[in-house]
């Protein structure tokens, strides 16, 4: 095969069958079976073209990843909340992670990398297209709306990783793929502008709820992923008047039970602000690879598992809840001496049939109760992205930023009851800052945000050394930019600080 010389390095994977064969971008057709010439013909095209962006979401398993294992081990297994699990030698990369010993050649993190790269191509491919269709110019921003937001969740999810990262705003041409404006690291600030000016297009031109089909994306998933940019930030007044949005439109609510936003009866329910939607269909694989499988409970021995063990909530984490706090049980599945029941009554046998102590239950899906298309590695369960529990706790976090400390523990209050909580008190900003934290821990456990929680918050290296992990101020905030694409473009990507 050729040498790709054609492509920048991050479009590497769904591009890379083109490239060899000596295609330019633009010989592709958008998602693989969209042309240009339906675009411009059947208004349905435009649609199947963004729901393909859609459906990148499920990208796992141990190539490209977006939502999978992968991600899993980048966001929670990094973190104090989780361990990596399983058995002590399974899965050296994911350990490396757990441990703080990773390099530039981590698998993980290069996949990861590739597999938001290659969300992004589908949307850069996406928008260059949509402008065709013979749609409305109001159903076509919609559509482009749709994109873009999920374009500046994408590169959201790249720069809290990895810093600056390469800006892709357009599909390249074949005399611009080689340059070095995709082949070099734009500035962290320059992909906020990015992500800010594609969430605020969302915001103008999609749907509020109920106004659109579900799972799409919604005008107050924009607000709240904007708002939730803000508070990486520190712009206090957009993240509180985004995360005010939200409430005031009266269309989201907790849901009384906190165990069952993570089960079917909770999917797309009146706490769902943005989910990855999962389903059935012919080929059973309309779900996240290795997403709930992976982080199954493992079996030793006595009975058939399931999954492969991985990302086991802590000690420490199980030991940061309050007595009374509903959300423990429904978040960690504890297994006892003698046997542990599950919500859908099936019985893990006892704790030396499994091989750890703890396990995510937000991630298990009943194979009983719940739908199931026969493929362990591709169970149908939506990935809860953003919810209104977490949109509270933006919004007191904001408003205590700005010195609105009552307006922060009304909100902050909310969540605590739906808990089984008593309320908490105000001290002070600086108290009130601290509880606000705290909350986040224990309401978002294994939702794949704390460890970029404590970066932004400026804790990692206390909290993370504490957890016994070998983390590294000045370095181990951000993850290596991986030395394969280093090596694809010529060393015109620069390393992150502290990584050779």
């Known amino acids: 095969m050729k040498k790709l010389i054609y492509i920048p390095a991050m479009l590497i994977g769904s591009m890379i069958l083109y490239a060899a064969c000596g295609k330019s971008f633009l010989d592709i057709p958008p998602q693989g079976r969209v042309t240009e010439e339906e675009i411009r013909t059947n208004p349905t095209a435009a649609i199947d073209l963004v729901n393909g962006v859609y459906n990148v979401m499920w990208l796992g398993g141990f190539g490209p990843d977006i939502h999978g294992l992968q991600f899993i081990t980048l966001t929670s297994i990094s973190s104090d909340d989780a361990d990596k699990g399983s058995t002590p030698q399974d899965y050296e990369p994911a350990l490396q992670i757990d441990n703080f010993t990773f390099t530039a050649t981590n698998p993980i993190v290069q996949n990861y990398w590739t597999g938001l790269y290659q969300g992004i191509a589908r949307c850069n491919q996406a928008l260059d297209k949509l402008p065709l269709s013979p749609l409305p110019d109001a159903d076509k921003n919609r559509l482009i709306g749709e994109v873009r937001f999920l374009r500046g969740y994408f590169y959201f999810n790249l720069v809290r990783t990895y ?46 709820k109920g106004a659109t089909q579900t799972g799409r994306v919604t005008k107050g998933a924009a607000q709240m992923l904007l708002g939730k940019v803000y508070l990486y930030r520190k712009d206090w007044q957009n993240a509180f008047t985004l995360s005010q949005a939200v409430v005031t439109s009266g269309l989201y609510d907790t849901l009384s039970n906190y165990a069952d936003i993570w089960r079917v009866k909770g999917a797309n329910s009146i706490e769902s602000v943005f989910e990855v939607q999962t389903g059935t269909n012919a080929a059973c694989n309309a779900a996240i690879e290795l997403y709930a499988n992976s982080q199954g409970i493992r079996a030793r021995r006595g009975w058939s598992d399931f999954g492969f063990g991985f990302n086991n909530p802590s000690a420490d984490l199980a030991a940061a809840y309050e007595p009374g706090d509903k959300r423990k049980d429904a978040t960690i599945i504890t297994i006892q001496p003698n046997g542990t029941v599950l919500w859908d009554g099936f019985r893990v046998p006892s704790r030396d049939s499994v091989e750890n102590d703890r396990y995510n239950y937000k991630a298990y899906h009943s194979r009983t109760q719940e739908i199931y298309c026969g493929s362990p590695d591709r169970t149908p369960k939506n990935l809860r992205v953003l919810r209104y529990g977490e949109l509270l706790l933006q919004y007191a976090e904001a408003a205590n930023e700005l010195g609105n400390g009552e307006e922060a523990l009304a909100k902050l209050n909310i969540v605590r009851r739906r808990a089984g909580l008593p309320p908490a008190t105000n001290g002070g900003q600086a108290d009130l800052r601290q509880k606000i934290w705290k909350e986040r821990r224990v309401e978002l456990a294994m939702e794949h945000d704390r460890f970029w929680d404590l970066v932004r918050t400026g804790r990692a290296g206390q909290v993370l050394r504490a957890h016994g992990k070998a983390f590294v101020d000045n370095k181990n905030e951000l993850f290596p930019i991986p030395q394969e694409q280093r090596v694809l473009s010529n060393n015109r990507l620069t390393q992150n600080p502290g990584y050779d």
Not at 173 to 199: C, H, K, M, V, W
């Open 163 to 208: 810093g600056g990262v390469p800006k892709l705003d357009r599909v390249p041409t074949p005399d611009e793929a080689n340059s070095d404006e995709f082949q070099t690291r734009a500035t962290a600030e320059d992909i906020y502008q990015l992500i800010i000016g594609d969430l605020r297009f969302a915001v103008d031109n999609v749907p509020l």
